[in-house]
């Protein structure tokens, strides 16, 4: 099986900074792309940003400039550097990772998967 790990989460006052971090393990053939994922009470979850294994990245409008995603691929670990938070960044973040797994040996055959993290409460408040 495959276990996504968050840390970082907290609390912090308005224009602070937090970094997160999602750790994955167990049996992984490669990892595709990662990614964090944000819900605040009342919504629906949206996509925060998302990295490939190449480091291609894309960031909703409203973290642009302020938040920063990057991966370590040795690691299997993406990492969300958030800066100028905002009372509006309030939510329980999560990781969610496409990863390759050995599905057979004989013949080799790997299939993607999708795998969602626990999730890490942000708290931006003064």
Same mark, same amino acid.
């Given at each position: ?7 970082? &989460?907290?609390?912090? $006052?308005?224009? !602070?900074?937090? @970094?997160? =971090?999602? *750790?994955?393990?167990? /049996?992984?053939? #490669?990892? +595709?792309?990662? &990614?964090?994922?944000? $819900?605040?009470? !009342?919504?629906? @979850?949206? =996509?925060? *940003?998302?990295?490939? /294994?190449?480091? #291609?990245? +894309? ?68």
């Amino acid at each position: 099986q495959v276990q996504l790990v968050e840390s970082g &989460g907290g609390l912090v $006052q308005p224009g !602070g900074s937090l @970094r997160l =971090s999602c *750790a994955a393990s167990g /049996s992984i053939f #490669s990892i +595709n792309a990662m &990614g964090w994922y944000r $819900q605040a009470p !009342g919504k629906q @979850r949206e =996509s925060v *940003a998302n990295i490939t /294994s190449s480091g #291609s990245t +894309n960031y909703v409008d409203s973290v642009k400039g302020r938040f920063t995603i990057s991966i370590d691929n040795a690691k299997n670990t993406v990492y969300l550097q958030m800066n100028s938070l905002k009372p509006e960044d309030t939510a329980v973040y999560y990781c969610n990772a496409d990863i390759m797994r050995v599905v057979t040996t004989l013949p080799r055959l790997v299939q993607e998967f999708n795998y969602w993290g626990q999730g890490t409460q942000v708290t931006v408040s003064s």
